[in-house]
């Protein structure tokens, strides 16, 4: 896949631990109208538990024909396991791009000095794509933060290092790691990133509607808009934005009885790649978010979260929703 056929759909789903698994990303798929395939991002990946072998991280790496085309993201420390990573994601012949993780706040993840914690050292970035790029043909991308506090907003050299790699193309997320995901995400700060590199850059933060989606590329000049805890519960967005972008139709937004029906396919999807204990118990995270702002919400929330078995889920989709 070219990095022009990738901006041909430039509306992208942003990777988030424990949301874009392959259900969901299947979902999400099934939604985006033809003929537009835009890229999605898988969640993150550990370098090391490829190293390893890690039975749960390489099944993390499994896709469906699907779902494609996909980023698979990385992340690591190590500049000599991170380019053995790309080169086994290569390898699979499943992944589109590889993208690296220089953006998680998770603090688990930035006491290894992974994530966003790499925010502060450019030399080991540049030491870690320089490795990977020559690893892999793949295209190749990363997902920045604009640093990793306010007063070292870095992003635009870490852009410059990544560019310098050979990097394609970047995410920027408009937040500091030590925001987390709090306050408004700074435009402006993505657009300067945006003036300062040639490759394409991706605006991320704060885009959950049609209005939103103008203003971020207004102000950011972006090439492209990644979209992450609006989809939560909400797996028709890309296919709303993307429409809108390229046709400037505002699909209407789905009623309750297709948002169940939705619901319903993703826990079947779940089920079906991760067994029903598992599904159970994932499924509860996501019918908090497809519930958000119903009438009754709440209600619904508490009977998901007691339901233990599939049968209750599936009384809750046909019944519950009755008043709604």
Request: overall charge neutral.
């Amino acid at each position: 896949m070219t990095v022009n056929e990738i901006f041909s759909a430039p509306i992208f789903l942003a990777p988030m631990a424990g949301v874009t698994d392959s259900a969901f990303r299947s979902i999400v798929r099934e939604l985006i109208p033809a003929p537009y395939k835009p890229l999605m991002f898988a969640e993150m990946v550990s370098c090391n538990g490829i190293h390893y072998r890690n039975e749960k991280t390489l099944a993390m790496l499994q896709t469906l024909e699907s779902e494609r085309p996909i980023a698979i993201q990385l992340f690591g420390s190590d500049p000599a396991i991170c380019a053995e990573g790309a080169k086994f994601v290569e390898e699979l012949g499943t992944a589109a791009v590889i993208d690296f993780n220089l953006g998680c706040p998770a603090p688990k993840i930035v006491k290894n000095g992974e994530g966003s914690a790499l925010m502060k050292n450019p030399k080991l970035v540049g030491e870690i794509f320089s490795a990977m790029r020559q690893a892999t043909s793949l295209p190749l991308s990363a997902k920045i933060r604009l640093g990793f506090d306010e007063e070292h907003l870095n992003a635009i050299e870490i852009a410059k290092v990544l560019e310098s790699c050979g990097v394609d193309f970047i995410a920027v997320h408009g937040r500091t790691r030590e925001q987390f995901y709090s306050g408004a995400a700074n435009w402006e700060e993505i657009a300067k990133v945006k003036a300062a590199v040639k490759i394409p850059v991706i605006a991320n933060g704060d885009v959950k509607d049609f209005d939103s989606l103008d203003k971020i590329l207004d102000v950011t000049h972006a090439d492209g808009v990644m979209v992450g805890r609006a989809a939560q519960g909400n797996p028709f967005i890309i296919g709303r934005l993307l429409t809108y972008l390229k046709t400037g139709k505002k699909i209407t937004p789905p009623t309750v009885a297709e948002r169940v029906e939705v619901m319903r396919r993703h826990f079947s999807k779940l089920i079906s790649c991760k067994g029903e204990g598992v599904a159970i118990r994932e499924m509860r995270s996501h019918a908090a978010w497809y519930t958000k702002g119903l009438k009754g919400g709440a209600e619904l929330r508490n009977k998901f979260n007691r339901a233990a078995s599939v049968a209750e889920f599936e009384e809750i989709f046909s019944t519950g929703f009755s008043d709604v």
